[in-house]
């Protein structure tokens, strides 16, 4: 297949692409070398590109030349692409590459620099096969997805429209550094990733002097006796089926081993899939804290921050970018997954909007992939031989999602 052809001739630019940006990771929402090294990337090719008011995120329009599918001369599709760019707060422990961070305690530990290198890779791709694109592509390279959002202010700054006309169709990947072989493909229909919020949780009692807690309101007993009264709740009023998460990571209270705080505090994720679940058990936490408060004389306040919906894979977008894969790798290279994944992503703003379709693939370079060092570790590692891969299934999507209309 011919996009396949290009991404094998373009693979030594790619990769040396991934390896620059893996020496600059940047965190949040602007990262001026990333999207610097971005826009010089695709600076000879004929697009129309907009960069972030409040992010520095790129979208580059690139317009197809071939005729518009039957009955659509007058509205060609669009279609977007997406690949994020962020990295991580994590101080690399990959001695043996020559290509590592560049900037201590950040790093590219969730693979996001091979996304950006394949999407520029997408962008030659189908720059070379316009008279066969028969529609325009949106290319979004977005900041913060590990934090605190980048879709979402892209989207506000009309990501959607960029093309002129709705973008009708979506599609992402991410790269993972373990379980999976390396070059596998998964995803599966529907539900692909949860929903996460995070959710905070603070008891007001009364402090004192640990020696006479009677003339105190101790909050660290009734907080962990929250915590607790959170998970049975949680595996007492769920439908086992539909999948509810809930982990207190951390959880904090006074400053000294004799002195009662006034107050103590948690700080939990939850993941869920059904927006009716996400709902209830947000719902059902407060009432939780709030009550369990109040049998001890004492208060709960509750409050929610970084939030993202699940992210769920049309079934038309899925089975297209499905056979995608087993086009381009062979059916061997495809496998559903049991079940979804419990992380979350911020495509999923996206894919609220325009329906959609998700995939990983694996890029883990070690043979025992099962053990491997996970996707976000100081030691996750990624083998750029998917870029081009990568690159290649991004540019078939859009051309056969385009020739559909
Ligand atoms: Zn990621």
């Known amino acids: 297949m011919r996009t396949r052809e290009i991404a094998e001739e373009l693979r030594p630019d790619l990769v040396a692409l991934r390896r620059e940006l893996h020496q600059i990771p940047e965190l949040g929402l602007h990262l001026p070398l990333t999207q610097r090294r971005v826009l010089d990337a695709l600076a000879d090719l004929d697009l129309e590109i907009t960069t972030g008011e409040g992010l520095s995120s790129v979208v580059a329009v690139l317009r197809g030349h071939a005729p518009s599918p039957a009955g659509r001369e007058d509205r060609r599709p669009v279609v977007l692409l997406r690949g994020d760019m962020d990295g991580l707060p994590?101080?690399?422990?990959?001695?043996?590459?020559?290509?590592?961070?560049?900037?201590?305690?950040?790093?590219?530990?969730?693979?996001?620099?091979?996304?950006?290198?394949?999407?520029?890779?997408?962008?030659?791709?189908?720059?070379?096969?316009?008279?066969?694109?028969?529609?325009?592509?949106?290319?979004?390279?977005?900041?913060?997805?590990?934090?605190?959002?980048?879709?979402?202010?892209?989207?506000?700054?009309?990501?959607?429209?960029?093309?002129?006309?709705?973008?009708?169709?979506?599609?992402?990947?991410?790269?993972?550094?373990?379980?999976?072989?390396?070059?596998?493909?998964?995803?599966?229909?529907?539900?692909?990733?949860?929903?996460?919020?995070?959710?905070?949780?603070?008891?007001?009692?009364?402090?004192?002097?640990?020696?006479?807690?009677?003339?105190?309101?101790?909050?660290?007993?009734?907080?962990?006796?929250?915590?607790?009264?959170?998970?049975?709740?949680?595996?007492?009023?769920?439908?086992?089926?539909?999948?509810?998460?809930?982990?207190?990571?951390?959880?904090?209270?006074?400053?000294k081993d004799n002195i009662i705080g006034d107050t103590a505090d948690l700080s939990a994720t939850l993941r869920t899939f059904s927006p009716e679940t996400r709902t209830l058990a947000l719902a059902n936490i407060e009432r939780v804290a709030h009550h369990v408060a109040a049998a001890h004389g004492q208060t709960a306040r509750m409050w929610t921050t970084e939030a993202y919906p699940a992210t769920i894979n049309d079934r038309a977008e899925y089975d297209l970018a499905r056979q995608v894969v087993e086009d381009l790798f062979g059916t061997d290279q495809y496998a559903d997954r049991p079940a979804p994944e419990m992380g979350s992503e911020d495509m999923s703003f996206v894919m609220n909007e325009v329906p959609g379709a998700y995939f990983f693939v694996s890029a883990c370079p070690a043979e025992d992939y099962v053990n491997a060092p996970t996707n976000h570790s100081p030691r996750a590692e990624f083998d750029d031989v998917v870029v081009p891969d990568a690159a290649a299934w991004y540019a078939e999507v859009a051309l056969r999602r385009t020739a559909q209309g």
């Open 90 to 255: 994590v101080t690399e422990e990959l001695e043996h590459l020559d290509y590592r961070s560049g900037h201590h305690g950040q790093m590219h530990a969730c693979g996001h620099d091979l996304h950006t290198a394949a999407l520029v890779g997408a962008a030659r791709i189908l720059d070379r096969l316009r008279d066969q694109l028969a529609g325009d592509v949106v290319l979004m390279f977005q900041p913060a997805e590990e934090g605190p959002g980048g879709a979402e202010p892209m989207l506000a700054e009309g990501l959607l429209g960029a093309a002129g006309r709705p973008v009708e169709a979506a599609y992402a990947m991410h790269v993972s550094s373990s379980e999976y072989p390396l070059r596998q493909w998964f995803s599966c229909p529907g539900p692909i990733m949860a929903a996460a919020d995070t959710v905070h949780i603070e008891v007001t009692g009364r402090g004192g002097h640990g020696s006479q807690p009677h003339f105190s309101l101790d909050p660290v007993p009734v907080l962990c006796e929250i915590v607790l009264a959170l998970q049975t709740m949680l595996s007492r009023s769920f439908d086992p089926f539909d999948t509810v998460v809930l982990t207190v990571g951390r959880i904090a209270g006074g400053t």
